[in-house]
């Protein structure tokens, strides 16, 4: 029932307000910074819909069934691929490829995902997972709400259990994360359930609308490094 709700999304004012119920006067968007293993989810909600990124998108404390749209992110087919690659499984058996053979990608959108996979795994042990504030791409911006931010980093909300779930952006960056050792990522947090008021993560800014909101949290700046900025 959920998942189809989901798909009706955008089409339906009232599949909307079963999705999500906004606090009144509630519109916070956080800057964080977190372990990327408490990501434990991914959402169903197609990321396009405008009720997750736009200047239609919810934000702040938000009730509803947003927080049972999800999956297990290591369902996920990037995070198994990741598993695969580092179990030396050959390519025609990894999770990627058996998407070619259910005619759901072609075999060259499976090379390029499985080629970007492996560079990530090269790269995010040596450099750390970086924001797009450290990587230079602060000029390429969408909206949450009324909150410039940058378009690639990764958006989360928080659940009613206090872990997080994936929203949009970072898909590949978050399986490989996961399963490589990076210990913290930053992450824009748009939405939180009304039992998670007090859960959020210690290390946190709110976003205000100042590009400086989006630099980095710890004064170490614990993945401060360069990297190529095709990420």
Not at 18 to 32: A, K
Not at 178 to 194: M, N
Request: proline content about 5%.
């Amino acid at each position: 029932m959920i998942r189809s709700a989901c798909k009706k999304i955008g089409k339906s004012a009232f599949v909307e307000s079963l999705l999500f119920h906004q606090q009144e006067n509630s519109s916070s968007v956080w800057f964080v910074e977190i372990d990327p293993k408490r990501i434990k989810h991914i959402t169903l909600i197609p990321e396009s819909s405008d009720s997750l990124t736009g200047e239609d998108a919810y934000t702040g404390v938000c009730s509803g069934l947003w927080n049972y749209a999800k999956r297990p992110f290591k369902n996920h087919s990037f995070y198994r691929a990741v598993s695969d690659i580092l179990n030396n499984e050959p390519y025609h058996h990894t999770a990627i490829y058996k998407k070619v053979n259910q005619g759901r990608i072609s075999e060259k959108e499976a090379l390029r995902i499985t080629k970007k996979l492996k560079w990530l795994m090269n790269i995010l042990p040596n450099t750390g997972y970086l924001s797009q504030y450290q990587l230079g791409k602060m000029d390429q911006t969408s909206f949450l709400g009324d909150i410039e931010f940058p378009e690639h980093e990764i958006i989360v909300g928080l659940d009613s259990n206090g872990d997080f779930v994936r929203l949009a952006g970072g898909k590949h960056r978050l399986a490989v994360a996961q399963q490589v050792g990076i210990e913290r990522i930053p992450a824009i947090l748009s939405i939180v359930h009304e039992n998670a008021i007090d859960m959020l993560p210690a290390k946190r800014r709110l976003v205000k609308g100042d590009p400086e909101d989006f630099r980095p949290i710890s004064a170490s700046g614990i993945y401060a490094v360069n990297m190529p900025a095709t990420l």
